[in-house]
């Protein structure tokens, strides 16, 4: 399994992505602030399936800075 990295502003969010068979999947993470996301589809929707993944993942991680 190869981990791919995206940094945003201060911080590294490592995550993969993939799919088969109309299926489409996202786990990505914040090893710093220990928080993870897995997003799971049942339709041939990568990019989006990977986009909500990011957007929830980020979300997380600044509702997580405010407390």
């Known amino acids: 399994l190869g981990w791919h990295c995206k940094k945003i502003g201060n911080r590294e969010y490592w ?3 993939g799919g088969t068979g109309g299926y489409s999947s996202f786990i990505g993470l914040n090893k710093d602030m220990k928080i993870a996301i897995v997003v799971l589809g049942n339709a041939d929707f990568h990019e989006e399936v990977t986009r909500a993944g990011f957007d929830y993942l980020i979300g997380l991680t600044f509702i997580c ?3």
């Open 65 to 67: 800075e405010q407390h």
């Open 15 to 17: 995550w993969h992505n």
